[in-house]
């Protein structure tokens, strides 16, 4: 089954609807695990299979699809200037000098993010010196809703947004048993993660690792900093000392977000 893209405004209520079709190709290309054919880029995009051909074919010359087999995947170019954007972005080098500086969380995998819609976006990661290293790739995607990153983000919003972005939320992904099951648990995590001023995720995403998250208190985009650690090594003091590292460097990102 071809998976279809997500209901959004359509192309033709936008200034330039091939360039906006040529993006919503690159975000299905990115959603895949495996090479897409153009019937595939068709169905999902709802266009003729014609149409979809004559977008990938000038994302080829572009350098942003290749082939791949009997199909397509993104190009080295959007890795290209993915990276080039993070390397632009001052925040990003803020994360990684002040992580370095700090006396815990600077052995520790750390990682900094951003909130799109009900999803966390990874921007940077600093990989610590543990013998077993815990992170996810640079501009993954997760469910907002089983990171502690992504509920650190979620309580961070104001009421308002919090409703809009679970208004057509109508089930909850469950990676492992112990994530919620419904928006009301949701919220009622969230509610803690206010009151205590950071948030945990136990294992609710992966089995065996536990996060530890802050949100980053700064204008514009939500954002959050976090580490992730084997759940066998949490203990009182070391998570202490990790949650003290992480609103530290949370507040000095803010300082230096809001300028």
Same mark, same amino acid.
């Given at each position: 089954m071809t998976a279809v893209l997500p209901s959004i405004p359509g192309a033709r209520d936008t200034p330039a609807p091939a360039a906006?079709?040529?993006?919503? &190709?690159?975000?299905?290309?990115? !959603?895949?695990?495996?090479?897409?054919?153009?019937?595939?880029?068709?169905?999902?995009?709802?266009? +003729?299979?014609? !149409?979809?051909?004559?977008?990938?074919? #000038?994302?080829?010359?572009?350098?942003?699809?290749?082939?791949?087999? /009997?199909?397509? &995947?993104?190009g080295y170019k959007v890795l290209e200037l993915g990276q080039s954007m993070l390397a632009s972005t001052t925040l990003v080098a803020e994360f990684r000098r002040i992580t370095n500086a700090l006396p815990t969380l600077q052995n520790d995998?750390?990682?900094?993010?951003?909130?799109?819609?009900?999803?966390?976006?990874?921007?940077?990661? /600093?990989?610590?010196?543990? %013998?077993?290293?815990? +992170? !996810? =790739?640079?501009?993954?995607r997760m469910p907002a809703s089983v990171t502690a990153l992504g509920k650190a983000m979620l309580a961070s919003?104001?009421?308002? =947004?919090? =409703?809009?972005?679970?208004? =057509?939320?109508?089930?909850?992904p469950r990676p492992t048993k112990r994530a919620h099951r419904t928006t009301v648990e949701l919220r009622r995590d969230l509610a803690q993660v206010r009151e205590r001023g950071y948030a945990i995720d136990d294992e609710q995403n992966t089995i065996?690792?536990?996060?530890?998250?802050? %949100?980053? &208190? +700064?204008?514009?985009?939500?954002?959050?900093?976090?580490? #992730?650690?084997? #759940?066998?090594?949490?203990?009182?003091?070391?998570?202490?000392?990790?949650i003290a590292d992480l609103t530290s460097l949370a507040r000095q990102l803010a300082t230096f977000a809001n300028g």
């Open positions: 906006f079709r040529a993006v919503q &190709v690159l975000e299905y290309l990115g !959603s895949r695990t495996e090479p897409a054919t153009l019937t595939e880029v068709a169905l999902a995009l709802g266009i +003729a299979k014609s !149409s979809a051909s004559n977008l990938v074919s #000038t994302l080829e010359v572009a350098r942003m699809v290749r082939r791949a087999g /009997h199909g397509w &995947v993104l995998t750390a990682l900094l993010a951003a909130l799109d819609g009900m999803e966390v976006i990874y921007l940077a990661r /600093h990989d610590g010196r543990q %013998p077993i290293r815990l +992170a !996810s =790739d640079i501009g993954r919003l104001t009421p308002e =947004d919090l =409703d809009r972005r679970l208004a =057509d939320v109508t089930v909850l065996g690792v536990t996060c530890f998250a802050v %949100p980053v &208190v +700064a204008t514009g985009q939500p954002i959050a900093v976090s580490t #992730t650690l084997l #759940t066998q090594r949490v203990r009182p003091e070391l998570r202490g000392r990790l």
